[in-house]
């Protein structure tokens, strides 16, 4: 993969409707340099790859401002130490998918692993994996980033002395008013709420200034429905959904349910790792490394709650993220540890996933993210 060479060749040529860039960060080392980029026709299902993007070490998870000219990524192991922290910023050329560096900030604390680009464009909210930390981020007119403007240090820990030693922010993301940031903590079982002023850059504890799952879960990646009524989390360490309805007044999460990602009867060793909810409303999906699958699950509409569909094998190893494209017609499972992208089909009526056949091989792939082309 790294071998391919950039292509310059414009992506705003011709008809553009249903096509899409789409950037893997990845864990970087011998195979991998950074961000990569593809072009994804969503009417034919046809991805083609444009090479290295944007170099960057570790860029595993990425996020793309609303105005679509600027992506950010956070950098686990850059900074002080193996464990220190930094966001990087970079411009996006529309034309071709090529990435430049603008500049890079801490990320407020150890380990950063997830963000997210406010609503309005004027913010990064970060989760710190490494320290149990989540800051904001200033975004300037020319997509350069500041130092945090707002940085909250959780405390605590959990029943597992192993791995909830302390806290561990692991995922950060905004309500669809943009009032609130959830932040799932793996380390406390705990999904935190901060009341959030984009204007001002600041997060402060919400009241109730967190919701719960069951001890030993550890809370990893949230998303929230369509209808903005309900919410869920994925829990790696218990290999569960919780799902949770919202009060969009208050940012109160309430605990609806709690289901199993794995087939009844499995007893080998499972980590979950994200949870997408599908652009209909009607299916969520979450992955399983160990069993190495996507859990496919059935929304009810009117309460929230899931009955679970499937488990699809992704056909490679570790499937650490995955991500529906924008139409909602594909999944696409990345496999960490085979080195791999594999392209479901989503049947629109049943949520089921059919293979494509369709493989790309990229080294450690981590995050997928899409962005229209027009």
């Not at 969503?42 to 444009?50: F, H, Q």
């Not at 922290?85 to 801490?106: E, I, M, P, W």
């Not at 995922?171 to 940031?181: E, Q, V, Y």
């Not at 089921?352 to 990229?362: D, S």
Request: charged fraction near 15%; include cysteine.
């Amino acid at each position: 993969m790294t071998g391919i060479r950039f292509s310059l060749v414009p992506l705003l040529a011709g008809s553009l409707w249903g096509q899409y860039l789409m950037y893997v960060g990845t864990y970087t080392g011998p195979d991998s340099k950074g961000i990569y980029a593809y072009r994804f026709d969503a009417r034919t299902g046809d991805v083609k790859p444009l090479g290295l993007a944007g170099e960057a070490k570790n860029p595993s998870f990425l996020a793309i401002h609303p105005n679509r000219k600027f992506l950010y990524a956070v950098g686990e192991s850059s900074g002080a130490g193996a464990w220190g922290g930094s966001v990087s910023a970079f411009a996006l050329d529309r034309a071709t998918g090529k990435l430049t560096f603008l500049n890079s900030a801490s990320s407020g604390g150890k380990g950063p692993c997830h963000l997210v680009v406010d609503k309005t464009g004027r913010n990064v909210v970060v989760a710190n994996y490494g320290s149990g930390a989540t800051a904001v981020l200033p975004i300037k007119p020319d997509g350069r980033l500041g130092e945090p403007s707002s940085t909250i240090q959780h405390t605590g820990s959990s029943v597992d002395r192993a791995r909830q030693e302390g806290p561990h922010a692991h995922s950060a993301n905004l309500s669809p008013d943009n009032r609130f940031a959830f932040v799932a903590d793996l380390g406390l079982d705990k999904i935190m709420v901060y009341k959030f002023e984009a204007a001002k850059g600041m997060i402060a504890p919400n009241t109730p200034p967190f919701a719960t799952v069951a001890p030993g879960s550890g809370p990893r990646h949230f998303a929230f429905h369509p209808s903005g009524k309900f919410a869920y989390v994925i829990s790696e360490m218990g290999n569960t959904v919780t799902a949770f309805s919202y009060d969009a007044a208050g940012g109160v999460l309430t605990s609806l349910q709690t289901i199993s990602t794995l087939p009844q009867g499995f007893s080998g060793k499972s980590y979950c790792a994200e949870v997408v909810v599908h652009p209909s409303g009607k299916f969520l999906y979450g992955s399983n490394r160990g069993h190495n699958s996507i859990a496919a699950f059935a929304i009810d509409p009117a309460k929230g709650t899931l009955t679970a569909i499937e488990q699809t094998l992704t056909g490679g190893k570790w499937p650490r993220n995955f991500n529906i494209d924008p139409t909602g017609a594909y999944l696409f499972a990345a496999n960490e540890q085979s080195n791999d992208i594999f392209l479901f089909r989503i049947d629109p009526a049943t949520g089921k996933l059919t293979p494509t056949g369709k493989k790309l091989e990229l080294s450690k792939p981590v995050c997928i993210k899409f962005m229209p082309v027009k």
